[in-house]
């Protein structure tokens, strides 16, 4: 059985249809790409997907489960998590904090345990602090563990980023635009890292990336939108070389494929 299903997934704003009819599967241990030119419809997808956005039609099926109506913490719940096209970190929390506050959905201990600081706090505490180191060495930024967000370089709050979903121990990691703002080894390296994700932590990506180079490298299926429809699908072989893939992405003035 897929992770995920999309079921003729339409998206209107007003009279603007952002996403039209939209079916695909996301399998399980897969890392797949949503691309397409400026305005096709991808973060609307994306944001259907976490529930930022409720669609106008269709259905979001995770893991057996409708996610219809659902806010985006109880779907974060059920084992999906984001990263975001413009950095969300807690800009003046340091690495750790942030990469704790990605398990924040996770915890148990109420305010009963937090005010009075009982055993079970403490444990739940220190399992927190553990997942968090974890998850930084896993995507090697614990070196920067005390450092405050904001003053580290961009490439390294993106990987601040990366580890903050991955403390929330997700089946589905969807990453939004990964490697804008970083340079070609940093995203040589963003590669290396989103494929280590798949293989040794067993999770699915989706990703949404204007890179086609990086695209191409770590994608197993790629779906491509225009105008929010699905003009194709397929391995990045099968997509690049569709006519219809050429030409929505030569039609369009600023991105060549
Ligand atoms: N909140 C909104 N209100 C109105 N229209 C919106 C909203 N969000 C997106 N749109 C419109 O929906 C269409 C799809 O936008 P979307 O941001 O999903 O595309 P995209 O493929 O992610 O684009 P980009 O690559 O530029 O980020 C666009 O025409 C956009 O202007």
New binding site residues.
């Given amino acids: 059985m897929s992770l995920v299903k999309i079921k003729q997934l339409t998206l209107q704003?007003g009279g603007?249809t952002?996403v039209n009819d939209l079916s695909f599967e996301i399998p399980r241990e897969t890392i797949m790409s949503v691309i397409?030119p400026?305005?096709?419809?991808?973060?609307?997808?994306f944001n259907m997907i976490t529930g930022f956005y409720k669609p106008t039609k269709g259905d979001i099926v995770f893991d057996g489960t409708s996610i219809l109506g659902k806010k985006p913490s109880m779907i974060t719940q059920m084992g999906m998590a984001r990263t975001f096209?413009n950095l969300r970190l807690f800009p003046s929390l340091n690495v750790l904090e942030n990469v704790m506050s990605g398990m924040h959905s996770k915890t148990k201990q109420g305010i009963i345990g937090a005010l009075f600081h009982t055993p079970a706090q403490k444990r739940e505490e220190q399992t927190i602090v553990d997942v968090a180191y974890e998850c930084m060495e896993f995507v090697g930024i614990s070196s920067y563990a005390g450092r405050t967000a904001k003053n580290l370089p961009y490439g390294i709050q993106r990987y601040v980023e990366i580890a903050r979903a991955l403390a929330a121990r997700p089946k589905l990691l969807l990453l939004d635009e990964p490697a804008a703002g970083l340079n070609m080894s940093e995203k040589q390296d963003l590669i290396r890292l989103i494929r280590k994700i798949q293989r040794d932590l067993n999770i699915s990506v989706l990703l949404?990336e204007?890179d086609m180079g990086l695209v191409n490298q770590v994608s197993d299926h790629i779906v491509v939108?225009n105008y929010?429809q699905k003009i194709a699908a397929g391995t990045p072989s099968e997509v690049m070389n569709n006519p219809k893939v050429i030409e929505a992405y030569l039609g369009s003035e600023d991105e060549a494929i």
Avoid: C, P
Wanted: aromatic share 6%; net charge positive; charged share 5%.
């Fill in positions: 704003f603007l952002a397409g400026n305005g096709a419809g991808k973060t609307s997808v096209q949404i204007h939108l929010g």
